[in-house]
C-alpha cells in the first residue's frame, strides 16, 4: 500500500503529528495529536516506514508552503493557482489526493499558518536530505514564478525559508537562476501555460548553473552533479511521493537538454 494509502487508511504509525499534523488534519478534516512527539531527537535509524512518513511530509509541506508564498505578496494571483493546479496535474493526483493538495494550498494562505515551525519539522523529517531540500526549494521558487516575476515579498519568504532550512543564499540564487532558465525555455512564465522554444545557449548554461567561461571539464562536472541531484528514482527513495516523479524526470530531461547544445556549441 502507497503512503497516501497508509495515510487514509488509518495507519496512523506513519502520521507526523507536530505542526505537520496540525496542517495535514485540518486538510483531511481530523486532528492528530500524535507523532514526533514522543520520538528520541536523535534518533537516526530510518525503519520500513520511514520513506512513507518523510513523503507526506514533503507532499504536506509543499502545497501548504505554496499556498502561503502565493499569499505573501497581499494576494493570491490566477497564475498563482493555475501553478499550483499544474504541478497537481503533473503529479496525476488522484481526485481525493488532488482535493486534499487544494485544501493544503488554502491552509497556507490562512492568516496564522505556522510558517516557521512547519518548516523546521520539514527539516528535521528530510533528515538532512539536500536533494528532497533542494527540489523542494526548486518547486517553491518555481511557484513564485508563476506570475511571470519573482516580487520582493516573495523572494522575502523563500530567503527565509532557505535560512530555516539551512540552504545557503549562494544555493538559492543558483536555484533561481536554473528555475528562471528552465521556465524561459518551456515558455512556462505564466501560471504554468507552456509556448515551447527552442533553448538559447543563454538558459542552456544557466539551466546547467555555470558560466560561458567555465572549462569543458567543469560543464560536465556540473552536469553529472545535477542529473544525480535529480535522478527520479533516488529521490523517491529519499522521500519523493512517487507522484512527483515525473517531476523530476521532466527536470532531468531539461537538464541533458541544456547539456547537448552546450556540447553542440562547444563541439565537445
Given at each position: 500500500?502507497?503512503?497516501?494509502?497508509?495515510?487514509?487508511?488509518?495507519?496512523?504509525?506513519?502520521?507526523?503529528?507536530?505542526?505537520?499534523?496540525?496542517?495535514?488534519?485540518?486538510?483531511?478534516?481530523?486532528?492528530?495529536?500524535?507523532?514526533?512527539?514522543?520520538?528520541?531527537?536523535?534518533?537516526?535509524?530510518?525503519?520500513?516506514?520511514?520513506?512513507?512518513?518523510?513523503?507526506?511530509?514533503?507532499?504536506?509541506?509543499?502545497?501548504?508552503?505554496?499556498?502561503?508564498?502565493?499569499?505573501?505578496?497581499?494576494?493570491?494571483?490566477?497564475?498563482?493557482?493555475?501553478?499550483?493546479?499544474?504541478?497537481?496535474?503533473?503529479?496525476?493526483?488522484?481526485?481525493?489526493?488532488?482535493?486534499?493538495?487544494?485544501?493544503?494550498?488554502?491552509?497556507?494562505?490562512?492568516?496564522?499558518?505556522?510558517?516557521?515551525?512547519?518548516?523546521?519539522q520539514f527539516r528535521q523529517e528530510c533528515h538532512r536530505r539536500q536533494t528532497l531540500i533542494q527540489m523542494f526549494m526548486?518547486?517553491?521558487?518555481?511557484?513564485?514564478?508563476?506570475?511571470?516575476?519573482?516580487?520582493?515579498?516573495?523572494?522575502?519568504?523563500?530567503?527565509?525559508?532557505?535560512?530555516?532550512?539551512?540552504?545557503?543564499?549562494?544555493?538559492?540564487?543558483?536555484?533561481?537562476?536554473?528555475?528562471?532558465?528552465?521556465?524561459?525555455?518551456a515558455g512556462t512564465g505564466a501560471g504554468g501555460r507552456a509556448q515551447p522554444r527552442s533553448l538559447s545557449l543563454e538558459?542552456?548554461?544557466?539551466?546547467?548553473?555555470?558560466?560561458?567561461?567555465?572549462?569543458?571539464?567543469?560543464?560536465?562536472?556540473?552536469?553529472?552533479?545535477?542529473?544525480?541531484?535529480?535522478?527520479?528514482?533516488?529521490?523517491?527513495?529519499?522521500?519523493?511521493?512517487?507522484?512527483?516523479?515525473?517531476?523530476?524526470?521532466?527536470?532531468?530531461?531539461?537538464?541533458?537538454?541544456?547539456?547537448?547544445?552546450?556540447?553542440?556549441?562547444?563541439?565537445?
Amino acid at each position: 500500500m502507497s503512503w497516501w494509502g497508509k495515510l487514509v487508511g488509518g495507519a496512523f504509525g506513519y502520521m507526523l503529528g507536530g505542526p505537520l499534523g496540525a496542517v495535514l488534519g485540518a486538510a483531511l478534516g481530523h486532528r492528530f495529536d500524535k507523532g514526533l512527539q514522543g520520538l528520541p531527537e536523535d534518533r537516526v535509524a530510518w525503519g520500513p516506514g520511514d520513506q512513507e512518513r518523510v513523503q507526506t511530509a514533503f507532499f504536506t509541506t509543499t502545497f501548504s508552503v505554496m499556498g502561503h508564498l502565493a499569499k505573501a505578496d497581499g494576494r493570491v494571483s490566477q497564475d498563482e493557482i493555475r501553478l499550483a493546479q499544474a504541478v497537481m496535474s503533473q503529479m496525476s493526483l488522484s481526485d481525493e489526493m488532488r482535493q486534499t493538495a487544494i485544501k493544503l494550498f488554502n491552509e497556507g494562505k490562512s492568516t496564522g499558518f505556522p510558517l516557521d515551525d512547519v518548516i523546521e519539522q520539514f527539516r528535521q523529517e528530510c533528515h538532512r536530505r539536500q536533494t528532497l531540500i533542494q527540489m523542494f526549494m526548486e518547486i517553491q521558487i518555481q511557484a513564485a514564478f508563476a506570475d511571470g516575476q519573482m516580487d520582493k515579498q516573495e523572494e522575502s519568504v523563500l530567503l527565509h525559508i532557505c535560512r530555516l532550512l539551512h540552504v545557503s543564499e549562494f544555493t538559492f540564487r543558483l536555484l533561481v537562476q536554473r528555475v528562471r532558465a528552465e521556465a524561459h525555455y518551456a515558455g512556462t512564465g505564466a501560471g504554468g501555460r507552456a509556448q515551447p522554444r527552442s533553448l538559447s545557449l543563454e538558459d542552456a548554461y544557466d539551466i546547467l548553473n555555470v558560466s560561458a567561461n567555465a572549462t569543458d571539464k567543469e560543464v560536465k562536472r556540473a552536469y553529472r552533479r545535477l542529473i544525480s541531484q535529480h535522478h527520479p528514482d533516488k529521490l523517491v527513495s529519499k522521500g519523493l511521493p512517487e507522484e512527483m516523479m515525473k517531476m523530476a524526470a521532466k527536470k532531468t530531461d531539461e537538464i541533458k537538454k541544456a547539456y547537448e547544445r552546450v556540447k553542440e556549441a562547444r563541439e565537445m
